[in-house]
């Protein structure tokens, strides 16, 4: 059974459309995450849910926001998708809280975004 | 603005050799270490990870090393095998270990 699971793999759209990105963890955990992997393979964190509240949110465009409907779902929503965008954007989870230990943190396949 | 340094940006390791990563890092309040493995078309998963209270941590042909006061951390891999061709990235935490910041990662290609 997959851990970590994402849909959809692969995304091709045209620049302005919308986009949403849907992360589904069956490890228990209580902390998701979002993180994007730009072209040269850099991973940088965008934000991070602790039981549905958002407690990690880095510097990234409101023009993305995540949902997360319960602890074992979160979703990334893109609005006016820009040719930037193209990426390959990973959910990952952990057990660790927001004062949690130095949890492992276990990533989704990854959904490859190509903004035409 | 980079916290982590990572190098070299790829490596080349003939089979049975040693492949060694290295890592320097800014912040002084990073107190979580860890190393991840990504193969192509996959996200990454956890190889090993240390605590600045030790110097090194040995995982079967993977070992971590710790220089705190240079504030530097490497991976050495003994051994190499062609299936341990992936990019690696080292990584760092403060307090809960939930916001990790990664170096820029090195891919290895170990040839026969």
């Known amino acids: 059974d997959t851990a970590v699971s994402q849909t959809p793999k692969y995304l091709v759209t045209q620049m302005g459309n919308d986009k949403s990105i849907k992360c589904e963890q069956n490890?228990?955990?209580?902390?998701m995450y979002w993180y994007k992997q730009d072209s040269k393979k850099f991973l940088k964190i965008m934000f991070s849910?602790?039981?549905?509240?958002?407690?990690i949110n880095e510097t990234v465009p409101n023009r993305f926001s995540p949902k997360s409907p319960d602890k074992a779902h979160l979703n990334l929503h893109i609005n006016s998708l820009e040719l930037g965008d193209s990426a390959v954007y990973f959910c990952?989870?952990?057990?660790?809280?927001?004062?949690?230990?130095?949890?492992?943190?276990?990533f989704g396949p990854g959904t490859r975004l190509l903004v035409l | 603005q980079q916290q982590v340094k990572q190098s070299p940006q790829s490596l080349i390791v003939q089979k049975g050799g040693i492949s060694i990563i290295n890592c320097a890092y800014e912040?002084?309040?990073?107190?979580?270490f860890p190393w991840y493995q990504q193969f192509p078309g996959k996200g990454p998963a956890l190889l090993i990870a240390?605590?600045?209270?030790?110097s090194e941590k040995k995982e079967g042909r993977f070992t971590i090393s710790f220089n705190k006061s240079a504030k530097q951390f490497s991976l050495h891999i003994m051994d190499s095998q062609p299936g341990d061709s992936a990019t690696y990235f080292c990584?760092?935490?403060?307090?809960?270990?939930?916001?990790?910041?990664f170096g820029t990662g090195t891919q290895l290609k170990v040839e026969l």
């Open positions: 990584a760092a935490s403060t307090g809960g270990g939930n916001k990790l910041t």
């Open positions: 240390i605590r600045p209270d030790v």
């Open positions: 490890l228990g955990h209580d902390t």
């Open positions: 849910y602790n039981n549905k509240e958002l407690i």
């Open positions: 912040n002084t309040a990073f107190d979580y």
């Open positions: 990952a989870s952990s057990q660790g809280g927001i004062s949690g230990g130095r949890e492992t943190q276990y």
